[in-house]
């Protein structure tokens, strides 16, 4: 495939056992025509030469700021700039961590921190430190900000241990690059997520109404009832709607979040009666409805005018009742032409309880987060989503950032209107 050929692209190599795959992966990128820089960390010149590197790439090798052969400058600016794309191979839990922080201690994270082009990474570590939280959690900031993990593979490790945390194979690597490259996202830069003047305006003319964050069930004048919903991801749906050309209404719950596009016409709201009267209010000037709120499904039966006293009282009995399921409502009332989105997020039998959700509530289709899936749900800026629809097609998508994530949705949801 030629899609490598002439592409400019950075490899930077950090310590770890792994960096000998790398040789062969620079030899087949050469090969294919493409232009390769390398750099290297001080920990990625304990495992391999700079000459093996040198004499493949048919380039020198870049590694420290001022090089001590010369007396000039390696502008990491300049680099990062001259690149289409950037692939850390092996990306070390050090590296990672650096990354995800923003730590720029060698020429390798300052290339990172300047460049305008995709980062794609490849870790490699042992088995128990790719499981560690602090990694795991470092590879989420990571695909939050916009960069790609090239998954690892599966088998033995150089420790000795068997399990996850190898390099992908070089010919995998080259596999995933040219799919990258030609689903064209060398040309996404990482700024675009909010501005890209290249969208398509496929949304316009149409009206959206999008619930999001969570609702405040008011106790007394000084407490509440509420759930840890940021709200990020119906905003994310909201500025993509936005992007494309949409009259879109956002009501939102009581969150620090908010849009920056001030195209979104925000309803501020707190209970999930006032949920209820913004969205019924707008539905039926509406031609998209997706309802992402985590709302409170119980309310306190009565509310306290004045602060509730914990005087003589060993235990405290809530009185609570139903509240308006909005999603449901606007299932009933919706026309042929609407089109109803809902979420469901769910710990177990998650098809079988999305698809009764999807049916009871009459929805076009249903985003299905499971909260035993890592990097999804309430407290991260990823997700890892399945689309269901009313033909019974079940869609599953990768982890990315909320919002990648929302361009995925309304790419299917224009796919499906068409068809409805
Ligand atoms: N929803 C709504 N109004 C409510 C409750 C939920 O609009 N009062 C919407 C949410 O915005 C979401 C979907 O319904 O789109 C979630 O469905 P739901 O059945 O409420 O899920 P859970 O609350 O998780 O229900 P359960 O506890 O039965 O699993």
Request: net charge neutral.
């Amino acid at each position: 495939m030629a899609v490598l050929k002439g592409k400019k692209i950075i490899i930077g190599i950090t310590g770890s056992i792994a960096a000998y795959k790398v040789a062969m992966l620079t030899r087949l990128l050469v090969k294919e025509g493409a232009e390769v820089q390398i750099i290297m960390t001080e920990a990625a010149k304990t495992f391999v030469q700079a000459l093996t590197f040198s004499t493949l790439s048919k380039n020198r090798v870049h590694s420290e700021f001022v090089p001590t052969e010369g007396a000039l400058w390696t502008n990491h600016v300049e680099l990062g700039l001259w690149a289409d794309l950037i692939l850390i191979a092996p990306a070390s839990a050090n590296t990672l961590s650096k990354m995800a922080t923003g730590i720029c201690d060698n020429l390798l994270t300052a290339v990172y921190l300047s460049a305008k082009c995709p980062v794609l990474f490849a870790p490699a570590m042992d088995l128990d430190m790719w499981k560690h939280p602090a990694t795991q959690n470092n590879i989420e900031k990571l695909i939050s900000y916009g960069n790609h993990l090239i998954p690892v593979g599966s088998g033995e490790l150089a420790s000795g241990l068997v399990g996850e945390g190898r390099l992908a194979e070089p010919e995998d690597i080259i596999q995933f690059l040219e799919k990258f490259i030609e689903n064209g996202s060398t040309a996404v830069s990482k700024e675009s997520d909010s501005i890209d003047s290249s969208v398509s305006q496929d949304l316009k003319g149409k009206t959206i109404v999008i619930s999001a964050g969570p609702t405040q069930e008011s106790l007394d004048p000084v407490r509440f009832i509420s759930n840890h919903s940021s709200g990020r991801m119906g905003i994310a749906l909201a500025e993509d709607a936005a992007a494309r050309g949409a009259v879109v209404h956002l009501v939102l719950g009581p969150t620090n979040l908010k849009p920056e596009n001030p195209a979104v016409n925000v309803h501020p709201v707190k209970s999930a009666e006032d949920m209820f009267q913004a969205v019924t209010g707008l539905f039926n000037k509406t031609d998209i409805a997706i309802m992402a709120a985590a709302v409170a499904d119980f309310t306190p039966i009565s509310h306290s005018e004045t602060k509730i006293k914990k005087s003589g009282k060993d235990n405290m009995f809530l009185e609570l009742k139903r509240t308006k399921d909005i999603l449901k409502h606007l299932g009933e009332i919706k026309s042929k032409e609407q089109v109803l989105v809902g979420f469901a997020l769910e710990t177990n039998n998650e098809i079988e309880n999305a698809t009764k959700k999807l049916k009871k509530k009459n929805l076009d289709l249903i985003v299905l987060n499971s909260m035993r899936q890592k990097g999804a749900g309430f407290k991260h800026n990823t997700n890892k989503i399945t689309i269901l629809d009313r033909y019974n097609k079940i869609t599953d998508f990768e982890l990315k950032s909320k919002v990648e994530v929302a361009t995925d949705i309304w790419n299917y949801i224009v796919s499906l209107s068409v068809s409805l």
